[in-house]
Each structure stands twice: as C-alpha cells, then as structure tokens.
C-alpha cells in the first residue's frame, strides 16, 4: 500500500502547519495541501484529490459540515474526518449525512490524530460506540419518505451493514458470524462498492436512508468503533 495523501482544512494555520510536519514525518503519510477556510481548502482538494481531508468545523467562510458534502462532491474517493471541539449529535448527524467517515477531537494527542489518518485511509469510521447509535437515530429520523432504492445487496451483505451499524468491526464480525476475517473484510469491500460509498460510516448511512437497515437500538455503551 502506497502513502495516504492527506488535506488539512482549519483555521488555526499554525495548529494545521505543525500537524502537517507530523504527518509528513510518516513513512506512510504525507501532507499535500493546507487552507485556512473552505474556499482554499476545496480548490487544493480539487488539485490533489486525496484520501483524507481533516476538516474543522467552525471555518471563516462557512462551516465544516456544509465543506464536508462539497470535497465529496468534487473528489469523491476522499475521506473526511471533522475535528470538533465538542460532541454534539446533531452536528455528527448532519455531518454523517453529507459523507464523513468520522470525528476526531481536535485536542487529540497527534499520535491519535495519525492513527484516526490511517484508519479513515482504509475506509474505517471513528466514532465513540454509543454516540454512533445516536447519531444514525439522527440520521434515520430524517430519512426522506418512499425513498427506498433497489440495491442488489445478499441477505449476508445485509447482515454485514446491520452489523457495521451496531460498530461492529471486521474482525468483531467474523467472531460474530463465524467467518474469517478476510470473508469479513471481503463482504465490507462488496458492501462499498454496491452502495458506491469509500467509507463503512458512508455505507450505514446510505443504507439508512434507502430504508436497507433500520437504526440501531440505543444503548449506553463506552466501546470505540476502529474499523480497519
């Protein structure tokens, strides 16, 4: 596997600089583009079109969110984490629904930030386990009505999504459905291309507002979704 090209998109240049150098310190990372708002950040997407896009929430020309449904629209493949300062589910609702793969606090330790890189590169979703509960009851009480799309989904892909939607990660799946762990991430990978979606949070979604799976229960739980 090549480098994972990465964007940062804050306006704290000197907090996206030095997260830059960090990142270009990887072997396995590398930093191709940095803006201080939206407009600079979606033109230096544009350019470089890359796998991960960290993108701030509050900007000087608009918000995280609304840029979120944007660099998706202009580089599809690219995966966007939001770095927020406060968890709320409204916002990870909204953001989720415009094509984040995930959510990262921008206090994090940068071995953290580095990891969640990584982990966004290969398709993966960051969310705390329960919060990711709340967010796709969000997401599935806005579901557009007789909206429902015909997916050629097997009733074990289905099964796969329900339980990404739980948090469940491939390895947790294959324990769960008495697979391998290469059947598991094979079955994920299907789900992803049928749904034409590049990351698992993206696929809960869609598959969510198809009415393919319906939101899981909400329940307290601390464990972390790491999809890898």
Avoid: W, Y
């Avoid at 240049?13 to 590398?30: M, P, T, V, Y």
């Avoid at 099964?159 to 391998?180: F, H, K, N, V």
């Amino acid at each position: 596997m090549g480098e994972t090209t990465v964007v940062l998109v804050d306006d704290h240049l000197s907090f996206a600089e030095s997260l830059g150098a960090a990142i270009d310190s990887q072997k396995d990372l590398r930093c191709v583009g940095v803006a201080s708002n939206l407009e600079q950040g979606l033109q230096v997407v544009k350019e470089n079109a890359p796998d991960v896009v960290l993108m701030d929430v509050h900007l000087p020309d608009g918000d995280g969110i609304e840029g979120t449904g944007r660099v998706k629209q202009c580089s599809p493949n690219s995966r966007v984490v939001i770095l927020t300062a406060h968890t709320d589910v409204e916002m990870m609702a909204r953001a989720a629904a415009h094509g984040a793969c995930g959510f990262l606090p921008k206090e994090s330790p940068v071995a953290e930030i580095l990891s969640a890189i990584r982990t966004a590169g290969e398709g993966g979703m960051m969310i705390n386990h329960s919060t990711l509960k709340a967010v796709l009851a969000r997401v599935e009480s806005a579901r557009p009505e007789n909206r429902e799309v015909v997916v050629p989904l097997t009733t074990r892909e289905i099964q796969i999504l329900s339980l990404m939607a739980e948090g469940l990660d491939p390895r947790a799946i294959s324990r769960s459905l008495s697979i391998s762990l290469h059947t598991a991430r094979t079955h994920v990978k299907n789900v992803l291309s049928k749904l034409e979606v590049h990351s698992q949070l993206e696929a809960v979604v869609a598959a969510m507002r198809r009415g393919l799976i319906a939101a899981p229960q909400l329940l307290t739980d601390t464990r972390k979704s790491e999809i890898t």
